[in-house]
């Protein structure tokens, strides 16, 4: 009897060891093609390694998620404020939390747009031809909360109030920029990434002074050493120039 108690502990042990450590990441949607990027190059480096999952969505949305125990392992916040408070809740692993990139914002309208967002800027988008403009919901995505701060500095929130089009998150934002509204306010990361600069819309890149900074951090929610070894690899010099690419302004070099 007791012999068969230990080999059955020692065969569950075994497949404990065995089991695959499945990195779940929350990510903010302006990652969307990074992300994507930096997941394959990963796999490249280390093609042994466990499964990585990537959800995109809102950082707003994603916190309240973890929070209701939603099972991520590692968390990448567009809004520094969503990580560092389940930091302060207990929820994370502590001296996991990061800088990893700063957010940029741009104006931008779609090919063949009357108005000259290039050169006007915001005030493009009080043209009257301009009566739809994409932007995420700022009540739970950092990038409305910043487009409504752009806004504000140009004293133009109030005007263009009338003729927003809330998305879920900056990703759906830009969907509907450039299908359902006449332009929008959305990440420079996704309009660098190549399949969406190849619409051809222009865009006017905002000033980082002029909005609400978008300081992006990552955390890991539960320790695994795929996840640990994720984390790592995304704070790597490798890591950092591809954030660079899609016009991501990184930590300390601003």
């Known amino acids: 009897m007791v012999k068969s108690l230990f080999c059955t ?3 569950a042990l075994a497949l404990g060891g065995a089991r695959a450590e499945t990195a779940q990441v929350a990510a903010a949607s302006d990652l969307k093609f ?6 394959s190059r990963y796999r490249q480096l280390y093609p042994t ?3 990585v999952q990537v959800s995109y969505g809102s950082s707003g949305n994603f916190a309240a998620q973890i929070r209701n125990g939603a099972p991520f392992t590692m968390f990448l916040s567009a809004d520094s404020s969503y990580a560092r408070k389940l930091e302060e809740a207990g929820l994370t692993v502590r001296g996991t939390r990061r800088d990893y990139a700063i957010g940029r914002l741009v104006i931008w309208v779609p090919k063949g747009s009357p108005v000259d967002v290039a050169r006007l800027g915001p005030a493009a988008l009080n043209d009257p031809r301009v009566r739809k403009i994409a932007i995420a919901n700022p ?5 409305g909360q910043a487009a409504l701060s752009l806004l504000r500095s140009y004293k133009l929130e109030s005007t263009l109030k009338g003729k927003f089009v809330l998305a879920e998150n900056i990703a759906q934002a ?3 920029a450039s299908t359902a509204a006449d332009g929008g306010i ?3 990361s996704l309009v660098k990434a190549p399949s969406f600069a190849a619409l051809g819309g222009e865009y006017w890149l905002a000033p980082l002074g002029q909005h609400q900074r978008l300081q992006q951090q990552m955390v890991i929610i539960k320790n695994g050493e795929n996840t640990r070894r994720l984390w790592s690899f995304l704070l790597s010099p490798r890591a950092r120039e591809v954030f660079r690419q899609y016009g991501f302004v990184l930590p300390r070099e601003q």
Request: hydrophobic letters at 60%; glycine letters at 0%; proline letters at 9%.
């Open 49 to 51: 390694a466990d499964p």
């Open 9 to 11: 502990v020692l065969v």
């Open 139 to 143: 009540a739970h995505a950092p990038y």
């Open 186 to 188: 959305l990440a420079y």
């Open 174 to 176: 830009a969907q509907f």
């Open 34 to 39: 990074v992300l994507d990027e930096l997941i």
